[in-house]
């Protein structure tokens, strides 16, 4: 019988490119609990996958990236990121090695994401390179999410602004779910992260 497969590192694509116009500002340098909502999320990628991280910018690149720091990782910057999140995505998983086992697939803008939550869809995966670990929320699945290697082909391939959905739907990747509600909660304008922020102090 064949052995258990070899579960291979994962690493942290944390996208956090857009210029996020309805927020009327930039929505990565907007402070939830005291910190830039991109450091917040650079963060939790740490806890989780520590120095494996691939850090996505676009919009006001120097100052994003400035606002990561600490960042044990790498960053790349997106040219193209005003035609979409795919675009940033399929940016992110082409700079990941090819050593790497799979991607966990983290926004800027959902800052009440958990660390726990980030472990628990790593400790789910198998090892199986056809393997997608979602997250599951509002009657739907999404990120955060764990891809793994079998899908860097068609995640470098990504354009737009439809992102991975369509992956989670394709028959030849294995699809497990996570219930995790508050990743249903992100941040599009300013009324959101007050709205947010008050629901944490209450």
Known sequence: MPGAPIIKPVWAVLL???????????????EFRGEPLARHAMRLATE?????????????????NAACQPN????????????????SLALGV????????????????????????????????TGDEQEIVASAYANTAGVPALFAAGCFEQLRLLSGDSGARDLLHDARYSLRTLAFA?????IDTT????RIENNVRS
Request: neutral net charge; proline residues 3%; glycine residues 10%.
């Open 191 to 194: 009324d959101d992260l007050l």
């Open 182 to 186: 508050d990743a249903a909660t992100d």
């Open 48 to 64: 989780v996958c520590g120095n494996r991280i691939i850090l996505v910018t676009g919009h006001e690149w120097r100052a994003v």
């Open 94 to 125: 082409r700079a990941v090695p090819h050593t790497a086992g799979a991607v966990l697939v983290l926004l800027a803008d959902q800052p009440l994401v958990t660390v726990r939550h980030l472990r628990t869809l790593v400790d789910t995966w």
């Open 72 to 87: 044990p990782g790498f960053f790349v910057v997106n040219d193209a990121y005003a035609k979409g999140l795919g675009t």
């Open 16 to 30: 956090a490119a857009g210029a996020a116009t309805r927020f009327g500002g930039n929505k990565q340098l907007a």
